[in-house]
């Protein structure tokens, strides 16, 4: 399978705790974005990433949310002192530049904070 | 107000019916995308659109840049259609609707 992937699928953790989360894209993909999904709500814009550097972060990426793409090709989403508001499904996605395609979007990570 | 509104929230359907959802959206873009969420999370991406019209297979997605309005139809509904549709403004930093929850009944 060669499609975007995500690392866990499911992750419950204790408020507090620190979390991370991997993606891998698509492998031609220079762009890689991250988004969180409330419960019946739509998708909401975190980050993204063109090969190692982070372009953009909404004001919604708080001080304990962390974001990086080191090498170009994976990223990695780390919250620390996880809050019971960040429970979310936290989705990556990716596409290439330039390319009439729209993103890709891996599985999810749906995370819960007890 | 959020930057992109979609209507119905809900949308119950019968097999083999014209189905239509709207997207109106506030902020200048370069695209306007439709995406389809299956239980369990999974998002496809239908659409992306510029300008005019798509269609694939029995979805037709269109849009009208001047009135910041796009639509996607569905003809000859399937159950298996039944999914959340979502809207999404811009190309990077994108603005989602709140989704459209369509179930098409046998």
């Known amino acids: 399978d060669t499609g975007v992937s995500q690392d866990p699928r499911h992750k419950i953790t204790k408020r507090g705790q620190n979390v991370t989360f991997r993606c891998d894209p698509i492998s031609e993909h220079n762009r890689l974005y991250w988004y969180r999904q409330t419960l019946g709500q739509g998708p909401e814009f975190l980050t993204y990433?063109?090969?190692?550097?982070?372009?953009?972060k909404s004001r919604l990426l708080s001080d304990r949310f962390s974001a990086e793409r080191p090498k170009g090709s994976f990223s990695t989403l780390e919250i620390q002192r996880t809050e019971q508001g960040d429970s979310a499904m936290y989705l990556c996605?990716?596409?290439?530049?330039?390319?009439?395609?729209?993103?890709?979007f891996g599985p999810g990570t749906r995370l819960t904070v007890l | 107000k959020n930057e992109v509104e979609q209507s119905p929230q809900n949308l119950t359907a019968q097999e083999g019916e014209f189905i239509t959802i709207n997207c109106s959206y506030s902020?200048?873009?370069?695209?306007l995308h439709w995406l389809q969420q299956h239980p369990g999370g999974g998002i496809v991406s239908l659409f992306m659109l510029s300008s005019g019209k798509k269609k694939h297979g029995r979805l037709i997605a269109t849009i009208n840049i001047q009135e910041k309005h796009s639509s996607l139809h569905i003809t000859a509904s399937h159950p298996r259609d039944s999914a959340v549709y979502i809207c999404a403004a811009g190309n990077n930093d994108m603005r989602f609707g709140a989704g459209t929850r369509l179930t098409v009944k046998p």
């Open positions: 996605a990716s596409r290439r530049t330039g390319s009439t395609d729209t993103q890709y």
């Open positions: 902020v200048g873009i370069s695209a």
């Open positions: 990433f063109q090969n190692e550097a982070q372009l953009e």
